[in-house]
């Protein structure tokens, strides 16, 4: 099983949507007993709310799931349920490294899947307001994410 989890500042716009989009790409290729998908945040703000209802429109209109999703807070205890931890933007990967040293887990930006844009940070909607924007972004990403989890077990395979 490979386990990932998506990481934003409030888990209410960014990395609910990450969890919701790249969770319905895996069940679409039939991957789901294979890739987990979780979303937490840096801060405790919105601990236990819904997606943010830019997140649920975008979401309700690309007729992507996203029941059952309630924000948590970042655990220290994540590096160890996890295979991959990805920040959708510059301070929060500092702010990650600040939580734990980064073991055996693979800690990365999230816009590095993004081949098409030059960005670092996955622009934050809470702030913008547009969820439109970072919906491409991110279902481009979880594309990009999805191949490279596929790959790295081929080559895991391949060498066991
Ligand atoms: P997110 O957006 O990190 O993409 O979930 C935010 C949500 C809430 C806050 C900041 C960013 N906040 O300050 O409450």
């Known amino acids: 099983m490979i386990h990932v989890l998506f990481v934003c500042l409030g888990n209410i716009c960014r990395s ?3 969890e919701a ?8 290729e039939g991957l789901s007993d ?13 601990v236990g709310a819904s997606p943010h209802e830019g997140t ?12 059952g999703l309630a924000a948590r807070q970042v655990d220290p205890s994540d590096w160890d ?9 510059q301070k929060n990967m500092r702010d990650l490294q600040g939580i734990r040293e980064k073991n055996g887990v693979v800690v990365k930006m999230f816009m590095d899947y993004v081949s ?12 913008t307001g547009n969820f439109d924007e970072v919906y491409e972004l991110i279902s ?6 999805l191949e ?12 066991s």
Request: proline fraction near 4%; include cysteine; charge should be negative.
């Open 140 to 145: 481009q990403g979880c594309v990009g994410l």
């Open 81 to 89: 349920r996890f295979d991959y931890i990805i920040a959708m933007d």
């Open 56 to 67: 649920r429109d975008i979401l309700d209109q690309n007729r992507i799931s996203y029941e």
């Open 34 to 46: 294979h890739i987990t998908v979780d979303s937490a945040g840096i801060g405790h703000w919105h």
């Open 116 to 127: 098409t844009h030059d960005k670092k940070d996955v622009p934050d909607p809470y702030f």
């Open 148 to 159: 490279e989890i596929k790959q790295n077990d081929r080559n895991k395979e391949e060498l």
């Open 21 to 28: 989009i790249l969770r319905d790409l895996i069940n679409k």
């Open 16 to 18: 609910p949507m990450a």
